[in-house]
Nanobody, 118 residues
Framework: QVQLVESGGGWVQSGGPLRLSCSASGIVFRTAVMGWYRQAPGKQRELVAA???????NYVDSVKGRFTISRDNAKNTVYLQMNSLKPEDTAVYYC????????????WGQGTQVTVSS
């Protein structure tokens, strides 16, 4: 059974930092593409950042230079370091895992709320 458990969300003032963590089980973590998505009220879920098994990363333009995604394969954990947070970063953040399986199935965490006050 695949489980993705996020932690680290919360409330922060504009300009402050937060670090999200996502601990994975039930998958071969080191082979999976890991991503962080977010969904704000009334908006579609969007990809924030992703990291491949080889460590390549990509980011949505709005977070480039402020957010950093990283992974620790020994701990089966992916992180999202968020700096210089803005009110528009307020959303529920979801961890996503995409192992390299033929059915291309992916998995989601339960989400963690990030609230940035101005």
């Amino acid at each position: 059974q695949v489980q993705l458990v996020e932690s680290g969300g919360g409330w922060v003032q504009s300009g402050g930092p937060l670090r999200l963590s996502c601990s994975a089980s039930g998958i071969v973590f080191r082979t999976a593409v890991m991503g962080w998505y977010r969904q704000a009220p009334g908006k579609q879920r969007e990809l924030v950042a992703a990291i491949t098994s080889g460590g390549s990363t990509n980011y949505v333009d709005s977070v480039k230079g402020r957010f950093t995604i990283s992974r620790d394969n020994a701990k089966n954990t992916v992180y999202l370091q968020m700096n210089s947070l803005k009110p528009e970063d307020t959303a529920v953040y979801y961890c996503n895992a995409r192992p390299p399986t033929p059915d291309r199935k992916d998995y989601w965490g339960q989400g963690t709320q990030v609230t940035v006050s101005s």
